[in-house]
């Protein structure tokens, strides 16, 4: 972990940190794979809504992904690329119901639940290691997708 020392931050920490940030890269990809699976098969009365919807979600998480495994290696570690992996890691399970547009929003809820959920435990974990980088889009991400659930919610009629 040669990036600890620049960056100000232990080596224990970069390593706790990234082993937690690589469970979270996992949980976004199959995220991201679920998602991308609703929108090529979505059907039905709103496919309008929900192709659209669901390209727009895509996007973002494989932009989040990208940044998650930067921060990876940023504080020294190397992120994981294997989908087997990231079946092992993930809380989030690959989706087969991929047609219907309530199940996919309500996947899309539930996989929401899980990041958020791992993001609020690295917040813990980089504020007490001082890490300021990740602690800062740990949170950046939880303001923004806590908009989407209720968006996301508002279509399911909750």
């Given at each position: 972990?040669?990036?600890?020392?620049?960056?100000?931050?232990?080596?224990?920490?970069?390593?706790?940190?990234?082993?937690?940030?690589?469970?979270?890269?996992?949980?976004?990809?199959?995220?991201?794979?679920?998602?991308?699976?609703?929108?090529?098969?979505?059907?039905?009365?709103?496919?309008?809504?929900?192709?659209?919807?669901?390209?727009?979600?895509?996007?973002?998480?494989?932009?989040?992904?990208?940044?998650?495994?930067?921060?990876?290696?940023?504080?020294?570690?190397?992120?994981?690329?294997?989908?087997?992996?990231?079946?092992?890691?993930?809380?989030?399970?690959?989706?087969?119901?991929?047609?219907?547009?309530?199940?996919?929003?309500?996947?899309?809820?539930?996989?929401?639940?899980?990041?958020?959920?791992?993001?609020?435990?690295?917040?813990?974990?980089?504020?007490?290691?001082?890490?300021?980088?990740?602690n800062s889009q740990m949170s950046d991400y939880i303001?923004?997708?806590?908009?989407?659930?209720?968006?996301?919610?508002?279509?399911?009629?909750?």
């Amino acid at each position: 972990m040669k990036n600890a020392n620049i960056i100000g931050l232990s080596e224990t920490n970069c390593n706790k940190i990234s082993e937690k940030l690589n469970q979270l890269l996992a949980n976004y990809s199959v995220f991201y794979q679920n998602t991308r699976g609703a929108h090529w098969n979505i059907k039905g009365n709103d496919f309008f809504t929900l192709h659209p919807k669901f390209e727009e979600l895509y996007n973002n998480l494989v932009l989040k992904i990208d940044e998650i495994a930067e921060r990876i290696l940023t504080l020294g570690a190397t992120p994981h690329h294997n989908y087997s992996d990231y079946l092992t890691l993930s809380t989030i399970k690959e989706s087969k119901e991929v047609s219907d547009g309530s199940k996919c929003v309500e996947n899309i809820l539930a996989s929401f639940k899980i990041v958020i959920d791992l993001q609020r435990e690295l917040l813990d974990i980089t504020e007490e290691a001082g890490d300021e980088g990740t602690n800062s889009q740990m949170s950046d991400y939880i303001t923004e997708q806590e908009k989407e659930v209720w968006m996301y919610n508002s279509y399911l009629g909750k």
